[in-house]
């Protein structure tokens, strides 16, 4: 039997976060992910830059075994074990939980703030050797001696940093608990191992689709590589980089019955419209191996890969004795024998045209929604032997201006029904029907995803050799000025490599989560051709927001191979992305007679702040002061205590019971410590 390394008892609860691209997610010690976090469904978020776009629901995944002996000698036809967390000292012993980086990331700061500190204890080990640059390592031990390592492989590289690269290998180590001692000493005959995973289409879809997307009550699957022994062997190239033939499974939110309108993509009606639910999510099969003692790709796995209701499976319950009937289901399922589901493209079989307004959770009546099934197997292992499964999840999709642009032209037409277009199509030609448009726009996404997945393909079949980024900045500093907001970094330590050529500045107004525009650039190439290590922003208004980020990039010429297109590769934007606000502050008010408030009037309709609707400012206040808000009558409605010592206040026009201001005339009143007080009058329109 091989060594293996001694571990220590983990709690199963423990979780670590990947925050490296632009899909970000969580990962539990228990060996799967259930989603709910007691107030939402939370996980693989993409695009990471903005809030609400968690698209995981659940993955529930088992293995099982026939003909076993279990530790107290009892024989059963079929066992198996459920990876969940209330299996945690029954079923499964969760052993280890790390997060390896290839670096340290830089350290952020605004205003002297340390952002990354409520990130620390998330990295445990540093390796610069690896190539990916986050590993999650998680080690599980079950009742049936049968232990998971699983590894997820995450990039921040431009190209690839959209799908985490998992790979599970099983081991008949016949431990079945916590401690070092070996319990089952048999081989593991006709292992199988599989899973079944949902999702939302994004947590917006739960408010602009509604009616349970939150579960993914509306989801449809669908799946590829039907003919995968046909192409295997054949490139992936840059001239053809989508192919169908991958193995793989997904999803996207679907039609919900209760709905008038055809919500595909969840386009907000609330508000302009933009496509809230463009997400097309899923795995795709990269290797499993044909044996313990063969390692080549078995092209003939997964032994079922479709797709399956979403609560219906065997409650294998704590491996009693009167579970045993479930045993043999849970054993048929993963062997594709007993399903609620089928290995058909679900949508196809059930939708006449793009704009057919069927639901699918109609198609099996299950509420709970629809999985991705993949199930592997039979695998025989003797006492030490392993076999390993590869497989990549990821995310594509319209990116965000693509989904106001698109949902803009919907909803104009939506709301008038004189509006027949033309409508452009993405082949180019047009529509008069705007739910074509619409839906024809969306469902780009599942090119889209199988793009994601071939790189994914190639990344793994190249041993991880994809291009590398440059290395963020050591550090990023951010500081407000009166009159400036001044940035600073230390340099890359990609600077030595002769590709390295440069850094560039990004800033967004009013919030983090928008468009970033570039204010700045130096190095190879550029108007600066000298490499420098700050910029001050000039360019602030006073009362405004700004948020940045920094990026070092390359000129290329590293990046020729045919893993992802050619050209400059840049540090990853979440490295050195802010999350708190700098601007412009001015010196304290010295007497009360100075005081302003902007705008006055307050008109809603009138936005004085990118971004910021809600925003009334306090100018030229003393450093030090107490306001209070009161309505025209004399109640008190908020409070404010001022205490940075500028002359600068904001309020977003809540009162202290979180009501959001009517239209009226309100008082404000300042006291200062000294013993002064003032007042101003201000006009709230909406």
Not at 70 to 75: H, S
Request: glycine content about 10%.
């Amino acid at each position: 039997m091989s060594a293996l390394p001694v571990l220590a008892q983990i709690d199963g609860s423990q979780k670590r976060y990947v925050r490296v691209g632009s899909l970000q997610s969580h990962f539990s010690a228990y060996g799967s992910e259930r989603a709910w976090n007691n107030t939402y469904y939370e996980g693989l978020i993409w695009p990471a830059d903005y809030p609400f776009q968690d698209n995981s629901v659940i993955k529930r995944a088992w293995a099982g075994v026939r003909n076993f002996r279990d530790k107290n000698g009892a024989y059963w036809s079929h066992y198996g074990v459920y990876y969940t967390a209330g299996a945690e000292g029954i079923g499964l012993f969760p052993m280890e939980l790390t997060q390896t980086s290839k670096f340290d990331p830089p350290d952020v700061f605004v205003d002297g703030n340390d952002l990354r500190v409520i990130f620390a204890g998330e990295i445990d080990n540093l390796d610069e050797n690896q190539i990916a640059d986050r590993i999650i390592t998680n080690v599980v031990n079950s009742s049936m001696g049968l232990t998971m390592t699983r590894k997820i492989y995450a990039f921040s590289q431009q190209y690839h940093d959209n799908y985490f690269i998992k790979e599970f290998t099983f081991t008949n180590t016949g431990n079945v608990d916590w401690d070092a001692e070996i319990e089952l000493t048999d081989s593991l005959k006709g292992v199988r191992v599989g899973w079944g995973t949902r999702y939302s289409g994004g947590r917006e879809a739960n408010w602009t689709i509604g009616d349970g997307q939150s579960w993914g009550k509306h989801t449809w699957v669908t799946r590829r590589g039907e003919d995968y022994a046909l192409h295997y062997q054949e490139p992936i190239t840059p001239e053809n980089p989508i192919v169908d033939w991958l193995r793989a499974g997904f999803s996207w939110a679907g039609q919900g019955e209760n709905n008038a309108f055809d919500n595909i993509g969840g386009p907000d009606l609330t508000e302009n419209g933009r496509l809230t639910s463009p997400h097309h999510v899923g795995s795709v099969v990269l290797h499993v191996d044909r044996s313990a003692i063969d390692n080549s790709d078995w092209i003939a796995q997964p032994v079922f890969l479709g797709w399956h209701a979403g609560d219906t499976y065997p409650d294998i319950g704590d491996q009693r004795a009167e579970d045993a009937p479930f045993m043999t289901d849970l054993y048929d399922m993963l062997s594709g024998i007993t399903t609620m589901g089928d290995t058909t493209r679900l949508d196809e079989e059930y939708l006449t045209s793009i704009t057919d307004p069927y639901d699918p959770w109609k198609a099996h009546n299950d509420g709970g929604g629809t999985n991705v099934m993949m199930t592997y197997g039979p695998f025989d292992l003797a006492p030490g032997a392993s076999i390993t499964i590869v497989e990549a999840e990821g995310i594509n999709g319209l990116d965000r201006h693509k989904c106001e642009l698109i949902g803009e032209r919907w909803k104009t037409a939506y709301d008038n029904s004189g509006d027949n277009g033309p409508f452009d199509l993405p082949n180019g030609n047009q529509t008069s029907d705007m739910n074509e448009f619409k839906n024809s726009w969306v469902y780009t996404g599942k090119d889209s995803l199988m793009l994601t997945f071939g790189r994914a393909k190639r990344n793994y079949d190249s041993g991880f050799n994809i291009p590398q980024a440059p290395r963020p900045p050591e550090s990023f500093s951010v500081e407000s000025g009166g009159d400036r907001i001044y940035t600073s970094w230390l340099p890359s330590l990609s600077e030595s490599e002769l590709d390295f050529a440069g850094y560039r500045l990004f800033r967004s107004i009013g919030k983090p989560d928008t468009t970033f525009e570039e204010i700045f650039a130096c190095g190879e190439g550029m108007d600066n051709q000298e490499l420098q290590y700050y910029f001050d922003d000039v360019t602030p208004v006073r009362g405004q927001d700004y948020f940045y980020y920094l990026q070092a990039f390359d000129n290329g010429d590293s990046n020729n191979t045919d893993l992802n297109p050619r050209g400059s590769l840049a540090s990853s934007r979440f490295f050195t992305k802010t999350t708190e606000a700098a601007t412009l502050k001015r010196k304290a008010g010295y007497t009360l007679d100075q005081i302003r408030i902007v705008p006055n009037p307050f008109n809603i309709r009138q936005e004085a702040f990118i971004n910021q609707p809600d925003k009334l400012v306090f100018y030229d206040i003393p450093g030090v002061c107490t306001i209070r808000i009161y309505t025209e009558r004399g109640d008190l409605i908020k409070t404010i205590d001022h205490t940075d010592g500028s002359g600068d206040e904001y309020w977003f026009l809540n009162t202290d019971m979180r009501q959001v201001l009517v239209s009226g005339i309100y008082i404000a009143h300042f006291d200062v410590p000294d013993g002064r007080s003032g007042y101003r009058k201000f006009i709230v329109v909406r």
